[in-house]
Structures are given as structure tokens and as C-alpha cells.
């Protein structure tokens, strides 16, 4: 009966798996288009009506729409194909697949939105508000595996070879960009180009990180057995016990480690120094979390 079983098992579990995987890309294409149609909405009805642009390829593209009467689309296609060769060769191919989606999907929909009038002319009301939709889309595109920016995958490449950050990359490109914002719209919609940029970017890390940071905990103390119950039964967090050996004294320890949410950290230390004075506790920020046992239960 048992071998049955095994034999059944072994039977099924490709099928499973396959299905698993047609489940998990169809709900990653899913949001990358959602991403998508949100990214253009923002883009259409708050930024170009008010001749505000976003960075990087997506505001090289606004301008030269704007100085050729050429659709929107049809530069963010073109000017990226470079990149996403560059993506292709550098990153791998899942990433520009999914580049490749979000920015056909972009140009396609921006050629429905066009017609589409401005909610609001006012400038500020309208960065404020753009920055935040077409936050969200970048910020939901980039955490499914997928960029809209190729200055973005020449920041990946730069990095790599460089000292110089990603995100410092970026903003030297931006800077430029935005700068010739001044010389195309005018200075001011250059300045409320930046504030768009701003808020952007400040979106982009909340749906990234989201609104809830987790932090990661780890705990060095000699009653390591108190504190990991503890936190077990009154935080509802898991702990997992890492062998680890003092350099200095050469004694083996059993490291904590924990994962929390931002208002859970405070409860957390107060724990582990109400059982020991003389922990040792560091705290990282989290980015994503998959699996394991991370639910919120009440703190007391």
C-alpha cells in the first residue's frame, strides 16, 4: 500500500509542479500588465498633459514626442532596445521578458490615454499625484522581475564595474534629463518634474519594501533558550537557533534569528535585554518575505 502510495506520489508531483509554475507566471504577467496600465495612467492623465516627464528613457521619450509630434510609444520602443539587448546579455533573459512586456504594454495603452484629458492643471497637484499612480506601477513592475528605464540596466552594468551605486547612477543620468526638461517645457515644469521624480522614487521603495517593514533580528546571549521562548509566545514570532563560535574565546553560542515587523522591534528588545542585560542584538531591514511562519499575532 505504502509503495502504491510513493508510486502515485512520484506520478503526480511533475504535474503539480507544472502546474505551479503556469499559475506562478501567469499571475507575474498579470501584475506586470496591472503595473503597466497603472504606470500609464499616471503618466497620461496627471504628468504629459502638464508637460511634466518622468526620468531616464521614459522622459527622453515625453520630450521627442513633444519636439516631433511622433507618438509617445514609439521612442520608448526604439530608445530601449539597446538596454534591453544590453538586460538580455547582462541580467538574463526572465528579466527582459519581462521588460519587454511592461514596455510594449506601456506604449500600447499611452496611445488609448492620450485623448484622455488631464484631471487637474494644476502643476503641483499634478506631480504630487502623478508621481504617486506612476510610482505604484514602477514599483509593482520592478518587484515582479521586470524595469521600464534602460538607464536603470546601464546603472546594473556600471555598478558591477564601478564604485559608484545604482542608485547614484541613476540620479546622474536624471539630472541631466531633467535638466533638459528646462530647455523643452520651460524651468518650472522642470522643478515640478523634480518633485514628481521625488515622490516616484519614494513610491516605488513603498510598494518594493511595503508599508509594513519586517526587520531581521539576531540575538547573541547566553540565555538564548528564555528569549527565543519568549518571543515564541509573546511575539508569535519563529526562531531559528545558528551555531556560531566566539573568535576571542573560542566558545560555541547559539545565534537568534528572527524576523519582526516595525512595531514589533521595540517588544523585541525589551525581551531579549529583560532575559539578558548583555545581549548582543543587530536589527537589518527585511525586503520580502516568502514562506515560514511570519504572521501578526497581538503583542502583551
Known amino acids: 500500500m505504502t509503495d502504491l502510495k510513493?508510486?502515485?506520489a512520484k506520478t503526480f508531483k511533475p504535474i503539480l509542479r507544472k502546474r505551479k509554475k503556469a499559475k506562478d507566471w501567469i499571475k507575474k504577467y498579470f501584475l506586470l500588465l496591472l503595473g503597466s496600465l497603472i504606470y500609464t495612467t499616471g503618466l497620461e492623465v496627471f504628468l504629459v498633459p502638464n508637460n511634466i516627464i518622468d526620468g531616464g528613457v521614459v522622459g527622453i521619450s515625453i520630450m521627442a514626442s513633444h519636439l516631433t509630434d511622433a507618438p509617445f510609444g514609439v521612442f520608448m520602443i526604439l530608445l530601449n532596445l539597446p538596454f534591453l539587448y544590453m538586460g538580455y546579455k547582462q541580467i538574463g533573459k526572465s528579466f527582459a521578458i519581462s521588460t519587454v512586456v511592461s514596455i510594449v504594454a506601456i506604449s500600447v495603452l499611452s496611445v488609448?490615454?492620450?485623448?484622455?484629458?488631464?484631471?487637474?492643471?494644476d502643476y503641483f497637484l499634478a506631480a504630487i499625484f502623478g508621481g504617486i499612480i506612476t510610482g505604484a506601477g514602477v514599483g509593482l513592475?520592478?518587484?515582479?522581475?521586470?524595469?521600464?528605464?534602460?538607464?536603470?540596466?546601464?546603472?546594473?552594468?556600471?555598478?558591477?564595474?564601478?564604485?559608484?551605486s545604482v542608485g547614484e547612477v541613476v540620479m546622474f543620468f536624471n539630472l541631466f534629463i531633467l535638466g533638459a526638461?528646462?530647455?523643452?517645457?520651460?524651468?518650472?515644469?522642470?522643478?515640478?518634474?523634480?518633485?514628481?521624480?521625488?515622490?516616484?522614487?519614494?513610491?516605488?521603495?513603498?510598494?518594493?519594501?511595503?508599508?509594513?517593514?519586517?526587520?531581521?533580528?539576531?540575538?547573541?546571549?547566553?540565555?538564548?533558550?528564555?528569549?527565543?521562548?519568549a518571543l515564541m509566545h509573546r511575539?508569535?514570532?519563529?526562531?531559528?537557533?545558528?551555531?556560531?563560535?566566539?573568535?576571542?574565546?573560542?566558545?560555541?553560542?547559539?545565534?537568534?534569528?528572527?524576523v519582526v515587523t516595525r512595531l514589533e522591534v521595540g517588544k523585541l528588545k525589551d525581551?531579549?535585554?529583560?532575559?539578558?542585560?548583555?545581549?548582543?542584538?543587530?536589527?537589518?531591514?527585511?525586503?520580502?518575505?516568502?514562506?515560514?511562519?511570519?504572521?501578526?499575532?497581538s503583542i502583551h
Open 235 to 258: 511575539l508569535g514570532r519563529g526562531v531559528t537557533f545558528l551555531h556560531g563560535q566566539g573568535a576571542y574565546t573560542g566558545d560555541a553560542k547559539k545565534v537568534l534569528y528572527c
Open 141 to 164: 513592475i520592478i518587484r515582479h522581475g521586470g524595469s521600464l528605464d534602460g538607464t536603470e540596466i546601464v546603472a546594473i552594468i556600471i555598478d558591477k564595474k564601478t564604485t559608484f
Open 181 to 229: 526638461a528646462g530647455f523643452v517645457f520651460g524651468w518650472d515644469k522642470a522643478m515640478y518634474s523634480l518633485v514628481a521624480y521625488f515622490v516616484i522614487s519614494k513610491m516605488i521603495d513603498v510598494v518594493i519594501k511595503g508599508l509594513d517593514e519586517s526587520y531581521a533580528v539576531m540575538i547573541v546571549s547566553d540565555e538564548n533558550e528564555e528569549i527565543a521562548d
Open 271 to 297: 525581551i531579549a535585554l529583560e532575559k539578558d542585560e548583555t545581549a548582543f542584538v543587530t536589527i537589518n531591514p527585511v525586503h520580502d518575505i516568502v514562506g515560514g511562519r511570519f504572521k501578526k499575532k
Open 6 to 8: 510513493q508510486e502515485t
Open 112 to 121: 488609448y490615454f492620450e485623448p484622455i484629458p488631464s484631471i487637474t492643471g
